[in-house]
């Protein structure tokens, strides 16, 4: 009889992970959207346009799909992906993510992810993942570049880990950051 194979515990916790901050991104732009076109009708705004906020949900639900094929082809490119010996810096529950990039730091939140992300944007950011393009036609007005970062931080984190440019995981209470390889085999 074959013996049935188990998935890997830290690809199941990725797979959480990418599902629940598509989640709250997808959460998060619909309550923004609702809240002003709230806003409009209780201040007496314009009439609302049922067809624009029906178009303007859709692109939003198509936005998330795009993200979520995107964060997919990603993670199926990382699993070739050797994994790296871990330095003393990485804590041990780390250790599994290492295959998805350079452990940048634990935060004890996205805000404070965001910072430090804010603090590094001064130095080039590095490629994002090529399998990323072709994921599909990508929303036009949040592309993958990190100038299209939303303004509060917990926004910025969450466009962080949806464009390519970090991916993060929650262990412990903490966030854990890692900056994806570019592909390159040299790279510590």
């Known amino acids: 009889m074959p013996t049935k194979r188990t998935p890997d515990t830290a690809l199941m916790q990725t797979i959480d992970r990418d599902e629940r901050v598509l989640a709250c991104d997808l959460l998060r732009n ?16 314009p009439h609302l346009e049922v067809q624009q906020l029906q178009e303007s949900v859709e692109y939003l639900v198509l936005s998330s799909r ?5 964060l997919n082809n990603a993670r199926i490119s990382r699993r070739g992906t050797i994994r790296r010996t871990p330095s003393e810096n990485v804590p041990e529950p780390a250790r599994p993510f290492l295959r998805l990039g350079s452990y940048i730091g634990a935060f004890r939140s996205h805000q404070l992810l965001a910072v430090e992300l804010g603090q590094q944007a001064a130095a080039p950011a590095p490629p994002g993942p090529e399998s990323a393009e072709s994921a599909g036609p990508a929303p036009d007005d949040r592309s993958h570049c990190s100038s299209t970062y939303r303004r509060d931080l917990t926004g910025a984190a969450i466009d962080a880990h949806l464009q390519g440019d970090v991916w993060t995981i929650d262990i412990d ?16």
């Open 30 to 45: 619909l309550c923004d959207l609702l809240r002003g076109v709230l806003d409009d009708l209780l201040l007496g705004g």
């Open 66 to 70: 795009y993200h979520g094929r995107a």
């Open 173 to 188: 209470g903490q966030v854990h950051a890692f900056r994806p390889h570019s592909g390159g085999s040299d790279e510590p």
